[in-house]
């Protein structure tokens, strides 16, 4: 099979689940192909680490899904590969007039999708997006749609979190060695939009507009070691090839007694050549001593400003107790923690790229409407376990903002409502009829729709901005979350809500399926 085959055999339309096709043509067969439907993406459950959780997500990789869609069809090629395949009796599992209405049809062309744009803060229970349109191909998107939304809102997320505890300090993503093969690349972009500065990864810094960012490798110091030359001379090299770029790993031999002294004199060289030092990194050992001992060091050889880049198996937790402990020990020594942490920047590799701790976000696609004549008919699934009931319906998402200006709620509502025009409004739990809110005029500043339409029959309809618009998107609606939702451990739960009419149609349907 030709390469160029093969890549787009394996990443164009046929880029599904086995069942996706299975039920397409059964729908073809059945005439509902062409039906009208609606199909809610959503998460289930907040990202949860073990030891730590969130408390809301970021969302992303929408604009990578628009153009994938846009790339995507179904071709010969693509019948004649499915026409291959056999039942158990040897029959062909896909029939002919099935594969030549693919052939003609197999496009994304008809479909409409209303979104959540990326970079919004977003909870459990809410659909990000929604599908609209023939049965068949918006059956066949779903394995590819939530490829690709659920993996780039669970990075972006993370990276938020990294965010949150970083500050205002350097945050880089170092995660393509230990990414899932060219999920790294997404992973980087989500990590972009959830809060990290830059990433290392070459190609899609490019591509977005960021320069890449590293320090060096090991392997250079060892080579030097091997033959016969000293750490001295290896940071030399570094340092001659990159004077105003030199950011030194000094961890190879030992940091502190030869990796941060070879540093120095080599900063020192730079600086009487008129060159300015960026940083040292440390990659191993206790890091928040070792960044109170480097930083010690630095200040008296006289470089104060020279950043500490810390790596190796971080997170926000462990972000979270490296500053801790460096703020407990400078107090006790009578050190400038404010200034000693403010210097800090840090790689974060493998526990970001593949969410460490949780590394799939339950996001599912459910059949929530379908289109008979002029109405949507809602469609129901049903679940011993009650939370696991979508919300039926063709609807919309609001976000409620309190008093505070603090987002308070979000309340899904049948399409034709306006909580806006609603006063006081009524909050419903999803699931349990004794818990209800109700706010009144003066507890509300404002509601805002969420769901954008971003794609209209095939054709994209919205704004993709660029990643530094989507940046002040998720730094907008983080100021707005309450602080409690966003607490590393034990986070506060944010209401997710229905109202009235959307309960009392949830309740109708569940008794009508259970009869």
């Known amino acids: ?58 969302n992303a990789g929408l604009e990578w899904l628009l153009d994938w869609m846009a790339g995507s069809s179904f071709s010969e090629e693509d019948a004649d590969t499915l026409r291959l395949q056999r039942s158990r009796t040897g029959e062909p599992l896909f029939k002919d007039d099935f594969l030549r209405w693919m052939t003609t049809n197999g496009k994304f062309d008809a479909l409409t999708i209303h979104a959540i744009p990326e970079g919004r803060v977003v909870h459990k229970g809410v659909p990000l997006t929604v599908v609209t349109g023939p049965l068949a191909l918006a059956q066949i998107l779903e394995t590819a749609l939530l490829n690709q939304l659920n993996y780039q809102i669970l990075v972006a997320t993370k990276a938020c979190r990294l965010r949150l505890v970083c500050g205002s300090q350097l945050l880089m993503e170092f995660g393509a060695r230990r990414g899932q093969d060219r999920g790294a690349i997404a992973g980087a972009r989500a990590a972009l939009i959830g809060g990290a ?17 590293g320090t060096h490798a090991h392997s250079m110091v060892q080579l030097f070691l091997a033959l016969g030359m000293p750490e001295l001379d290896a940071f030399r090299a570094f340092a ?19 990796g ?27 890091l928040a001593y070792l960044s109170i001992q480097t930083a010690r060091m630095l200040d008296q050889a006289g470089f104060p400003d020279v950043k500490i880049f810390l790596s190796n198996e971080l997170d926000e937790l462990s972000i979270w107790q490296i500053k801790t402990q460096i703020a407990e020990e400078a107090r006790k020594h009578g050190l400038d923690a404010d200034h000693l942490i403010g210097r800090l920047a840090y790689g974060v590799g493998t526990r970001l790229i593949t969410s460490a701790g949780d590394s799939a976000l339950g996001g599912v696609y459910k059949l929530v409407a379908v289109r008979q004549g002029d109405a949507w008919v809602p469609a129901i699934k049903l679940s011993e376990n009650l939370e696991k009931i979508p919300n039926p319906g063709n609807k919309q998402a609001w976000r409620i903002y309190d008093r505070r200006e603090k987002a308070t709620a979000d309340l899904l509502t049948l399409s034709d409502e306006n909580p806006c025009k609603e006063a006081p409004l009524l909050l419903r739990h999803p699931s349990a009829n004794d818990k209800r809110r109700v706010l009144k005029t003066e507890e509300v500043s404002g509601v805002e729709p969420l769901l954008i339409e971003a794609l209209r029959d095939g054709k994209v309809v919205c704004d993709l901005p660029p990643i530094d618009d989507l940046r002040k998107r998720r730094e907008a609606d983080v100021e707005r979350l309450d602080v409690g939702v966003k607490r590393l451990i034990n986070p506060h739960t944010y209401h997710v809500s229905v109202s009235d009419r959307l309960w009392e149609l949830k309740q109708e349907l569940i008794e009508t399926v259970k009869e």
């Open 1 to 58: 099979m030709p390469r160029e085959f093969r890549k787009r055999l394996t990443e164009g339309i046929l880029f599904t689940d086995q069942y996706q096709f299975a039920m397409a043509q059964l729908y073809f067969h059945l005439g509902f192909h062409e039906l009208p439907v609606q199909f809610d993406h959503f998460f289930r459950q907040y990202p949860d680490y073990g030891s730590h959780k969130a408390g809301f997500c970021v």
């Open 240 to 258: 001659d090839a990159y004077p105003d770029d030199c950011i030194l790993l000094v961890d190879t031999i030992n940091s502190l007694e030869s």
């Open 260 to 286: 941060i002294p070879n540093a120095i004199r080599v900063f020192e060289e730079l600086r009487r050549r008129g060159h300015k030092p960026v940083g040292v990194r440390l990659d191993s050992g206790d």
């Open 197 to 213: 500065d830059y990433t290392s990864n070459v190609g899609i810094s490019h591509a977005l507009g960021y320069p890449p960012k």
